[in-house]
Every structure is written in C-alpha cells, then in structure tokens.
C-alpha cells in the first residue's frame, strides 16, 4: 500500500473509533510509526486529513446505496437493507465525528451538508415516490416534506446532545426512527411488508 493510501486509511480508522477532535497528529503518526513530517508531505494539516477521510466515507455511502437498489425487492427493503448498514456502520463509529466536524472543519462540514442536502435526499425522494408507485407507500404523502424529515431524523442520532453514548443504544436508536418513520407512511400492504422483513432480521 502507498505511503499516502495508508495514512488516510489508517486516519479513518482512528476518526471513526476515536472522534476527530480526541485524535492529534502525533496519536496519528504514532499509530503509523511514522514522522509527522512524513503525513504533512501528502497532507498539509489535519484539515485535509479530515477531507479525505470524508471522501473515503461519501464514496461508501455511494456504493452502499447503489447496492440497495441493486438488490432490493422493493422499496420497503430497500430501507431494511440501509438500516442495516447503519447499524452496522454505527458499532464501529464515534458518533462525536459528526460534532467534531461541524465545530472545527467548517470547509469539511459543508461539503458534508452539500453531500447530505444533494445525495442523500435524492436517494430518500427516489424511495419514496418508487414506494408510492408499488402500493407500499400512502400515494397522498408530501415526498419532499418527508424526505427532507426523514433526512435529518437520519443524522439527529449522531447527536449526542439528545442521545448520549452513555444512555443509549445507537443502534436501537436509529431501528427505532426509521421503524416508526416507515409506519407512519406505509399502505396496509407496506405494513405487511414491514412485518415481514423485521420477522426475517428477527431470525438472522
């Protein structure tokens, strides 16, 4: 693996685990068992550090979600399949990250929002008028209205302000928003839908 690769590789790594903020430079060249002087001759600060990192993690988020629509059997799933990325992402991150951006990467934290405004709500309007189409989702919904709710519902799990790490489940958290998101827009046919993918999840 190249020098450059490898760093912001291993940066990710630490910044998911650990937050940004906790994690200096010199934790950053410990773990690598390299100079620092080393990182600053393909990274010029922390500042572009944190950018690549948010650009290994928009890139994920692109080819997660082109695999839910690749392998969904319907809108419904689609969601379940996303829940449980989620989830899964969500054992192995700090959920401070998003904090630490927004406070001391100002530049990194509009390209996240411009990532969250532009393709994660394409992705949750897709969902919804396709939902709506196949008789699972109620057709008199307001779709941008509920996109945009269901996006920051989303992100309101990273905030620790309202669920701290120390109280709750994260995971349960963000099962228990979309659950309850899902019901209050489905058919009578998308409810058993519903029931149905949670039997299966039950039985994994």
Do not use: W
């Not at 904090?99 to 990532?115: A, E, G, N, R, T």
């Not at 008199?140 to 669920?163: G, M, P, Q, R, Y």
């Amino acid at each position: 693996m190249e020098t450059k690769e490898r760093i912001i590789t291993q940066t990710y790594e630490l910044f998911m685990r650990y937050g940004i903020r906790s994690v200096s430079m010199d934790d950053i060249a410990y773990h690598l068992g390299i100079s620092k002087k080393t990182i600053y001759q393909f990274y010029a600060d922390k500042d572009a550090l944190v950018e690549g990192v948010l650009d290994i993690e928009i890139k994920k988020n692109h080819q997660d979600c082109e695999s839910h629509k690749k392998n969904k059997e319907n809108s419904i799933h689609e969601i379940f399949l996303s829940m449980d990325s989620m989830q899964e992402m969500l054992k192995h991150l700090n959920p401070t990250i998003v904090h630490d951006i927004q406070k001391y990467h100002p530049k990194c934290f509009k390209k996240l929002h411009q990532h969250k405004e532009d393709f994660f709500y394409s992705i949750i309007k897709e969902n919804l008028e396709t939902g709506i189409n196949e008789g699972l989702y109620r057709e008199e919904i307001n779709i941008d209205i509920l996109a945009k709710f269901h996006l920051e519902s989303i992100f309101v799990t990273f905030n620790t302000d309202i669920f701290p790490i120390s109280k709750y489940d994260l995971t349960k958290v963000s099962q228990e928003i979309l659950e309850n998101f899902l019901y209050g827009i489905v058919t009578i046919k998308g409810v058993k839908k519903i029931q149905q993918y949670k039997r299966q999840r039950q039985k994994q």
